[in-house]
């Protein structure tokens, strides 16, 4: 018999889902351990290191390995129990595993089998299609379960990206044309994550290239698990007028960016795709590039998993609750603090969009 997601249904008596809400985010009863918990924890296992999903306070962390170097580069001194994708371990009495999510390095899924019952819980992710090869991180992984826990931050119809190849050649003709012009081209993206797919996809014979200091952090981690970036030149050396300077948002306006001069700057983002957002965020560029599935990525790796039953995290959750009911599956929503990797003030928030 079907039963509704423990958000939206009275309890069962002696009936307890394998995950369930809590103040300090989602818990797994059986193994008694959270997945990445908003408050301090015990026990924390962490899909990736973007702030939103890990933060400081836990007393143990549990990670995928390729995870743990930029784990402790943003957090520090913790103790960590790096996981390689696929091995399982033992937690409580329930079974854990981690799988790639494709997503940012050591970005994974979370599965847990305990009692014959194989939940997973996705934290973001990426589903790649032609064209979008992401050299940065190991692509996402359909796990079959019973229960799949979806995040759904563009689950919207209208996002849909466009294959990410001819995204990064717009990005590279962007910044060719203005280092024939003499002008430093400043692309904005997170720092981790996003700025490496662009840096791992840019053409480097164009001129040189230069990262704000929380970008180079994380590279260092990158290329510390192997992942093959291009060189980078310290501000100060580089000949900025044909230089790409790789920076986080919250540059935007700053006095580290008027140290360019007069430039031309973009932004990459997947919110970029909604009418409006580049006018919001103030610069002359938006590239439609994202580390989440789109609205098309999101069924596919829905249905590749087999669930019955869906649970949907943070962003769009009504429609895509709404859309997973009609195809007949059991759906609801899990209430997480789950958001924008790194939030700022520049950063532009998603709009309402009409027929929502």
């Known amino acids: 018999m079907s039963r509704p997601p423990s958000c939206c249904r009275a309890p069962i008596p002696g009936v307890i889902d394998l995950v369930i809400e809590r103040p300090e985010g989602l818990y797994c009863p059986a193994g008694d351990f959270h997945i990445d918990p908003w408050r301090p924890v015990p026990r924390a296992v962490i899909t990736h290191a973007h702030a939103d999903h890990a933060r400081r306070g836990h007393g143990a962390y549990l990670a ?30 329930v079974r854990v595993s981690l799988h790639p999510a494709g997503h940012v390095l050591g970005s994974a899924q979370v599965r847990l089998e305990h009692r014959g019952e194989v939940w997973v819980l996705s934290g ?25 826990v979806t995040e759904s931050t563009f689950g919207l119809p209208i996002y849909r990206w466009r294959p990410q190849a001819e995204v990064l050649a717009e990005v590279n003709a962007w910044w060719a044309a203005n280092a024939a012009a003499g002008r ?11 700025a490496q797919r662009l840096l791992a996809g840019v053409d480097a014979a164009i001129g040189p290239i230069v990262v704000h200091g929380a970008v180079d952090s994380v590279n260092a981690a990158y290329r510390a698990a192997g992942v093959a970036l291009p060189a980078t030149t310290p501000i100060d050396a580089a000949d900025l007028k044909r230089a790409l300077v790789v920076a986080p948002p919250a540059v935007h306006g700053s006095a580290w960016a008027r140290r360019l001069g007069a430039f031309s ?23 439609v590039l994202s580390d989440h ?21 943070h962003g769009y959750e009504a429609v895509m609750v709404r859309w997973l009911q009609q195809q007949g599956l059991e759906a609801g929503s899990f209430r997480t603090e789950f958001g924008d990797e790194e939030p700022a003030a520049s950063d532009p928030a998603p709009a309402p969009v009409a027929g929502a």
């Open 64 to 93: 995928q390995a390729d995870c743990v170097g930029v784990l402790r580069a943003r957090l520090g001194d913790i103790t960590v129990q790096p996981l390689a994708y696929g091995e399982a371990v033992d937690v409580g009495g």
């Open 124 to 148: 973001d992710y990426f589903v790649s299609g032609a064209g979008d090869a992401n050299p940065t991180c190991a692509p996402f992984e359909p796990v079959r379960c019973d229960v799949f």
């Open 184 to 194: 430093p081209s400043l692309l904005m993206a997170y720092s981790f994550g996003k």
């Open 265 to 287: 700057d973009a932004f990459a983002s997947g919110w970029m795709q909604l009418r409006g957002a580049r006018r919001r965020q103030g610069v002359d560029r938006g590239f």
């Open 293 to 313: 599935a789109d609205w098309p990525g999101l069924q596919r790796a829905i249905g590749a998993t087999g669930a019955s039953r869906v649970i949907v995290t």
